[in-house]
C-alpha cells in the first residue's frame, strides 16, 4: 500500500513541465480540503472530523507519490495552511469560520502533524542529489 523506502526512492518521477502543473494544482486542492475540511469536521463531529483528517492526509500523502518529490507534500500543505488563516481570521460581521474548540484545534494540529509526516517521508530529493542508488534522481 505505502510501499517500502526502496520502492519509493525507485519511483520514476514525471516529467518536469507535469510536476509544476501537479505542483499548482494540489496547492489548489490543499485550499479546498481545508475549507471542506473546516466545514465537515464542526457539522458531523466527530465522525466528520475523521473524515477531513482522512481526505487532508491523503492529499499530502498523494501529492507525494503522484510527484515523487517532498514538494508533492509540502504544496498541499502550503495551500492547506494559507487557507485555514484566512478561514481563523474574524469576519467583519464577528463570525469566525473556523472558531475556537475541540474540534478545529484537533483539526489544526493533526493535519499539520500529518502533511509534516508526509513531507518528510523517504522520497527522491527535489534537486536529485543523493537520490537512490547512484544517484539517479535527476528531474
Known sequence: MFGSRSARLAETPP???????????????????????????????????????????????????????????????????????????????GDFILASGIGPYVYLFAGAVGGVICATLPTRTMFGFGAGPGGAGRG
Open 15 to 93: 516529467p518536469r513541465g507535469a510536476r509544476i502543473a501537479a505542483y499548482v494544482l494540489l496547492l489548489v486542492l490543499g485550499m479546498a480540503t481545508a475549507l471542506a475540511g473546516s466545514f465537515a469536521q464542526s457539522l458531523w463531529f466527530p465522525g466528520g472530523l475523521l473524515l477531513a483528517l482522512a481526505a487532508t492526509v491523503g492529499l499530502f500523502y498523494g501529492g507525494l507519490r503522484l510527484t515523487t518529490t517532498k514538494l508533492g507534500a509540502g504544496a498541499p500543505l502550503i495551500g492547506w495552511f494559507l487557507a485555514l488563516m484566512v478561514l481563523m481570521s474574524p469576519r467583519p460581521e
